[in-house]
Every structure is written in structure tokens, then in C-alpha cells.
């Protein structure tokens, strides 16, 4: 924390040096098409196609219109680790756990992978070129796995993040609510299975990245545990399938993929333009799952009970949805805005969604 300030402080006082020059042009790095400040959301079909570029600022309405951030709720990130000192994180952090190397404490990305899925479900608001950007729950805390160098992992060290999860838990129940997780492989893994069906037990929603490889290829392990975990492709601005999310029975929805906006892992301050990924799309949805059990929770502790489930979530999730259930994407694109019109009541005990 200590580090965290004095960095704070330095760069205030490049600020008041006549450096701000120099902050402006690190608030643009990566960008790649010009900015364009968020459309007003169109509560008849609020869908993300309404935000042109980072699609999931839909969210930063959202909380505008009710305040959902996703408080007293925790995400865990098992990914590349994360930037601790940028300032979208500051607070947020509610431990931090690497399984890469020596040093346990050690989380720093040197990839940016890690950075940008917690920045999309967990980052805090913020101006940076005239956008007004904030992650999906800004208000939710996020435990931080290294699990990775770069966007190559080792299910050992999986197996490893999600048993010191399970540990965590036997101690506080509350520990961790939503997993993220943005990687896979096309073989699969019984002790990730195991691991993540006693998660699953604990009322710990799991959120997978269906991956990469186009609608030829089978959805990656763990996103194909159906039942056990929610699939998520991706989607463009326009609410197209994106041609690299896969297709397959095991996909339960689409997120945005393309076009995302999220904090930077080389400096304290700036928001980069990252690579389009379903890794994009997971963390999203992470954050939306988070502000669905705010909100439950807030109405009605029993309907929130029901829904630390990934099958009565899913659910839920389909009631917020855009479409049919098709192979190519699901049951479709996630409208985040039907929460203020669709009475949870009717959607958990409605035996027909």
C-alpha cells in the first residue's frame, strides 16, 4: 500500500512539473480507433450493440440507473496476474496468490492478459481522452491467481489456484463468490473437473472463455463442462457472433469480444486497447453475474440462495437474453437493463425459462 502511495504521489508531482503532456500521451496508448463517448442506453433493447465501442460501459449505465457495482461480492482471476498499482484497483484487491515460481506474493503481469480480464469485470471509473470508462462491478473485490507467465498455462498450476480456492473457502464461505477464467485447452483435465464440481457445490459460479479458434473447432476445456460452468463466446459491436468464438451445445451466451477498453499493465493511470478474445467476454459477464446476486440478495435473501447455482443462474441469465438457444451463440447477446423490468420472483420460479 505504502508503494502504492509513493507512486501516486511521484506522478502528481510530474502532473505539477508541466508533465502533463507527457500523462496525455500515456492515456492513448493503444488506442486504435478514435473515442466516442458512450450512447445513452435504450432501455426497449439495451443490449450491448447500443455502446459502440466498449460495450461493457451498457454496465456503467446500469449502475447509474440502480446502484448494482457488485459490493460485497468477490471475483477470483486465475490468470497472467495482475498490474496491483494501477489506480482502477486501488482497494479492490482482496488477496493475491502467484503459483508461478518462488514468490507466493509475486502477482505482477509482464503479459497484460491478466490485467485487462480483472480491469473488464472489477475496474474502477474513470476519465482517460474523453471516455468515460468503468469495469462491469467496480465494486466488487477480486482475488488474484497466477496461474501464467503468458497466455501459455499448466493445468498444475490450475489445480493449484483452484485447491488453495477450495482451502479458502472451509475457512470463509464468503471468500470468493464468481471464478474467471480465460484460458483452455482443447484436452481436458480430471482434477480440474473434480476441483471445479466441488466448487460448484460451495455456491461458487464459474465463468469460462469458450476460446478462440472459430466456429470449426470444439469449445475449449473447462468452458465444455455444461452444467458445471457457463460457456461464454464473444461478440462484436454490432452484436455479431465474432467469426474466432467457437460454436457448440456447451455455449451458453455471448459477451463483447472486439473493441474492449481496459486498464493498462504498464503504467499506474491509462485504459489500452486489448486484442479481441472471448478471454474478453468471460470476465464481463463474471462482473454482471455479480451485480445479479447484489441485487437478489438486496430483495430477497431466499431468491438469492436459489441463485448460488450455475444451472438457476443460467436461468436468470437467459431471462436477461436475447434469443433462442442456437449452437452459434447460445441463448445470445446479454441485456443487462431487463433487471429493472423483469421481476426476479417471476424469473427464479417460473418452471418455463
Known amino acids: 500500500a505504502a508503494t502504492y502511495e509513493k507512486l501516486i504521489e511521484v506522478l502528481k508531482s510530474l502532473r505539477e512539473q508541466g508533465a502533463a503532456e507527457r500523462i496525455e500521451r500515456i492515456c492513448k496508448q493503444g488506442q486504435k480507433p478514435p473515442v466516442q463517448p458512450p450512447l445513452p442506453p435504450d432501455t426497449s433493447n439495451?443490449?450491448?450493440?447500443?455502446?459502440?465501442?466498449?460495450?461493457?460501459?451498457?454496465?456503467?449505465?446500469?449502475?447509474?440507473?440502480?446502484?448494482?457495482?457488485?459490493?460485497?461480492?468477490?471475483?477470483?482471476?486465475?490468470?497472467?496476474?495482475?498490474?496491483?498499482y494501477h489506480s482502477d484497483f486501488k482497494g479492490k484487491i482482496k488477496a493475491v496468490r502467484s503459483f508461478v515460481g518462488q514468490d507466493s506474493a509475486n502477482v505482477i503481469d509482464s503479459d497484460g492478459h491478466g490485467t485487462s480480464c480483472a480491469g473488464i469485470a472489477a475496474g474502477g471509473e474513470q476519465m482517460c481522452n474523453g471516455l468515460h470508462w468503468s469495469g462491469v462491478a467496480p465494486g466488487v473485490k477480486i482475488v488474484v491467481c497466477k496461474v501464467a507467465h503468458s497466455k501459455i498455462f499448466e493445468y498444475k498450476l490450475v489445480i493449484e489456484a483452484l485447491q488453495f480456492l477450495l482451502d479458502q473457502l472451509q475457512h470463509d464461505e464468503s471468500y470468493v463468490d464468481v471464478v474467471s477464467l480465460?484460458?483452455?485447452?482443447?484436452?481436458?483435465?480430471?482434477?480440474?473437473?473434480?476441483?471445479?464440481?466441488?466448487?460448484?457445490?460451495?455456491?461458487?459460479?464459474?465463468?469460462?472463455?469458450?476460446?478462440?479458434?472459430?466456429?470449426?473447432?470444439?469449445?475449449?476445456?473447462?468452458?465444455?463442462?455444461?452444467?458445471d460452468v457457463l460457456c461464454i463466446g464473444a461478440h462484436d459491436k454490432l452484436g455479431n457472433r465474432s467469426p474466432f468464438s467457437p460454436k457448440g451445445r456447451e455455449l451458453a451466451f455471448l459477451a463483447p469480444g472486439e473493441h474492449i477498453w481496459a486498464p493498462s499493465y504498464q503504467d499506474v493511470f491509462s485504459l489500452t486497447y486489448v486484442a479481441d478474445g472471448t478471454s474478453f467476454a468471460a470476465p464481463?459477464?463474471?462482473?454482471?453475474?455479480?451485480?445479479?446476486?447484489?441485487?437478489?440478495?438486496?430483495?430477497?435473501?431466499?431468491?438469492?440462495?436459489?441463485?448460488?447455482?450455475?444451472?438457476?443462474?443460467?436461468?436468470?441469465?437467459?431471462?436477461?437474453?436475447?434469443?433462442?438457444?442456437?449452437?452459434?451463440?447460445g441463448y445470445g447477446l446479454l441485456n443487462p437493463l431487463k433487471m429493472l423490468i423483469i421481476p426476479p420472483e417471476n424469473v427464479v420460479q417460473n418452471p418455463n425459462i
Not at 445479479?292 to 438457476?312: F, G, N, S, W
Request: charged letters at 20%; proline letters at 4%; aromatic letters at 6%.
Open 46 to 84: 439495451g443490449t450491448f450493440k447500443n455502446i459502440p465501442h466498449n460495450q461493457p460501459n451498457v454496465f456503467w449505465e446500469l449502475q447509474k440507473l440502480r446502484p448494482l457495482d457488485g459490493t460485497g461480492f468477490t471475483i477470483a482471476i486465475l490468470d497472467t496476474g495482475i498490474n496491483v
Open 182 to 227: 480465460s484460458f483452455g485447452s482443447k484436452e481436458s483435465n480430471d482434477d480440474v473437473k473434480q476441483l471445479i464440481k466441488q466448487l460448484k457445490g460451495l455456491g461458487v459460479i464459474i465463468v469460462c472463455a469458450a476460446g478462440n479458434h472459430g466456429c470449426t473447432a470444439d469449445i475449449n476445456f473447462p468452458a465444455r463442462m455444461m452444467g
Open 284 to 329: 464481463a459477464v463474471a462482473g454482471l453475474i455479480c451485480l445479479i446476486l447484489q441485487h437478489l440478495k438486496e430483495i430477497d435473501p431466499t431468491l438469492y440462495k436459489k441463485a448460488r447455482d450455475v444451472e438457476m443462474m443460467t436461468k436468470i441469465l437467459k431471462s436477461l437474453s436475447s434469443d433462442m438457444f442456437d449452437a452459434e451463440k
